[in-house]
């Protein structure tokens, strides 16, 4: 079955950095983009990032863009997000998604603590 499963949360201070991974299994991970969504305390789920299925294209909502890179490898069924210059409001539950469907991993806590 389907399985996405985030690595690489933890505390952080701000203006830190931190890498999130997504490993994928159970479909062809080549044929789908990947989202990066958070959940932020009081906030509703938003997405952080976005790539494409080859890899080749990108997005980013303003909140994160140029601060936030996402990037594929299919050859190693994973994604990651590079988070780079984190604020305190970065804190939030992240989670990775099989664009396109209902397919999600179960979460990644970041907290951005002094």
């Known amino acids: 079955q389907v399985q996405l499963k985030e690595f690489g949360g933890g505390l952080v201070q701000p203006g830190g950095s931190l890498t999130l991974s997504c490993v994928a299994s159970?479909?062809?991970?080549?044929?789908?983009?990947i989202s990066w969504y958070r959940k932020r305390p009081g906030v509703p789920r938003e997405l952080a990032a976005w790539?494409?299925?080859?890899?080749?294209?990108?997005d980013y909502p303003d909140s994160t863009k140029g601060r936030f890179t996402v990037a594929k490898d299919n050859a190693k069924s994973t994604a990651t997000l590079q988070m780079n210059n984190l604020k305190p409001e970065d804190t939030a539950v992240y989670y990775c998604r099989r664009s396109g469907t209902e397919d999600w991993g179960r979460g990644t806590q970041v907290t951005v603590s002094s």
């Open positions: 159970g479909y062809p991970f080549s044929q789908h983009g």
């Open positions: 790539v494409s299925s080859s890899g080749l294209n990108t």
